[in-house]
C-alpha cells in the first residue's frame, strides 16, 4: 500500500481566492489522480498527474480553473482558482503504487468556499 | 466511457444480519472492480477487490462475486457490526497502469445494534 498525506486536510476559503492542495506519498507511484467529491455525492475524477508534463483533464474540468503540478514520483498539488461557493467539496488525490494496478487515497481535503 | 450504476443508495440492517450491494457497469473492456469504504471524515478506503479472472473473492466477513457476462458485481457482508456503517463505493476500470477508476453513485449502510 501508500501512505498518502494531503494538506491542507480542510480550510475555509473566501471567494475569488485560489488554494493549493498538496499531495505527498511515502513512496514512488506510477500514478497519481485528483479527485472531487461534492457533499454527499459520489467521486469524479478530476485529472490525472502526468510526472514532468501536463496533466489529462476529464470532460468539465479545465487547466485554468484547476492547474495541477507532479514535479516527481512521489508529489503532486492541486490548485482550485477563482473559487466560488460550488467549488466547496472534497478533493481527494489518489495514487497507484509501484508494485501493482491498486488504487489508494488519501484522507481528502475539505474546502469550504464563503 | 465507462458508467457504473450502485443500488441500493441506503440500506438499513439488524446487527448480524447480512448486507448486499450490487453495481453494474458498462464497458465490457473493464476487468477490475474494488470496493472502498468512507467513514465520515476520511477518505475511502479500498476494502476488497476484484479482478476479470475470478468469480468470487472472499476476505473474513465480506466477499465480492462478478458475473463478466451481465456486467455486474455485488458486495456481500456478513454478520453486520455498528462499525460496518458507513458509505460504500464500488468502482470500475481497466486492469493497466495509469487507468482512473470510475465510481458509483455510493451507498449509505447503516447498521443498527
Known amino acids: 500500500s501508500a501512505v498518502i498525506s494531503q494538506k491542507p486536510s480542510r480550510d475555509i476559503c473566501q471567494r475569488g481566492t485560489s488554494l493549493t492542495i498538496q499531495c505527498q506519498v511515502d513512496s514512488q507511484v506510477t500514478m497519481m489522480f485528483w479527485y472531487r467529491q461534492q457533499p454527499g455525492q459520489s467521486l469524479t475524477l478530476i485529472a490525472t498527474a502526468n510526472q514532468g508534463s501536463e496533466a489529462t483533464y476529464e470532460s468539465g474540468f479545465v487547466i485554468d480553473k484547476f492547474p495541477i503540478s507532479r514535479p516527481n514520483l512521489t508529489f503532486s498539488t492541486l490548485t482550485v482558482s477563482n473559487m466560488s461557493p460550488e467549488d466547496s467539496s472534497i478533493y481527494l488525490c489518489?495514487?497507484?503504487?509501484?508494485?501493482?494496478?491498486?488504487?489508494?487515497f488519501g484522507e481528502g481535503s475539505w474546502l469550504t468556499v464563503v | 466511457g465507462e458508467n457504473v450504476e450502485q443500488h441500493p443508495s441506503t440500506l438499513s440492517v439488524q446487527e448480524g444480519d447480512s448486507a448486499v450491494i450490487k453495481c453494474t457497469y458498462s464497458d465490457s473492456a473493464s476487468n477490475y472492480f474494488p470496493w472502498y469504504k468512507q467513514e465520515l471524515g476520511k477518505g475511502p478506503q479500498l476494502i476488497i477487490d476484484?479482478?476479470?479472472?475470478?468469480g468470487e473473492k472472499k476476505d473474513q466477513r465480506i466477499a465480492v462475486t462478478l458475473n463478466k457476462t451481465a456486467k455486474h458485481f455485488s458486495l456481500h457482508i456478513t454478520e453486520t457490526q455498528p462499525e460496518d456503517s458507513a458509505v460504500y463505493f464500488c468502482a470500475a476500470s481497466e486492469d493497466q497502469a495509469g487507468t482512473a477508476l470510475i465510481f458509483g453513485k455510493g451507498t449509505t449502510l447503516s447498521v443498527s445494534s
Open positions: 476484484i479482478r476479470s479472472n475470478v
Open positions: 489518489s495514487v497507484e503504487p509501484l508494485s501493482g494496478n491498486t488504487i489508494y
